[in-house]
């Protein structure tokens, strides 16, 4: 049977949005067939548009697996001095940590008024050889 007037084969048409109650729309239309691909065809629209299936039927394609790992995130702190340049503290952020140019001036603005500053956030492992070579350059840093 032809789909007719929008609606399915057995006649069933998409006035959902006109009934303000699921279930009255449940209750004033009926579906003769158990499965009818018309009346699937506005499910994303209407859920409820076919009322033999009072479920919307969710299949997955594969299982997902969720791992879920604490981690202690910790901080690098850039401290401020009298003997570092700007430009030497900005030239180390950009190199080190991979920071922008605008991202390493801002913090080495906020390293030299506030007195530190955090600039990066992450796992000890990562941070501590970051530390590292901070400290190499002659800048003081610590993984808080």
């Known amino acids: 049977m032809p789909l007719g007037a929008g609606g399915c084969a057995a006649g069933v048409l998409p006035v959902a949005a006109s009934v303000k109650n699921r279930q009255q729309f449940k209750q004033s239309v009926s579906c003769r067939g158990s ?13 409820y548009f076919c009322p033999m299936n ?7 394609d594969e299982d997902v697996l969720l791992l ?20 030497h503290v900005i030239k180390t952020l950009m190199d080190v940590c991979g920071h922008l140019p605008e991202q390493a001036e801002q913090c080495t603005l906020l390293i030299h008024y506030k007195g530190q500053c955090t600039v990066k ?4 492992d990562e941070l501590a050889g970051m530390c590292t070579a901070i400290h190499d350059r002659g800048i003081s840093a610590d993984v808080v």
Not at 75 to 86: A, G
């Open 35 to 47: 499965r009818h691909k018309e009346c699937f065809a506005f499910l994303p629209v209407f859920p």
């Open 54 to 60: 009072s479920k919307p039927q969710i299949e997955y």
């Open 68 to 87: 879920e790992e604490t981690t202690d995130v910790r901080d690098l702190v850039v401290y401020n001095d009298d003997i570092n340049t700007f430009d």
């Open 121 to 124: 956030h992450g796992v000890y």
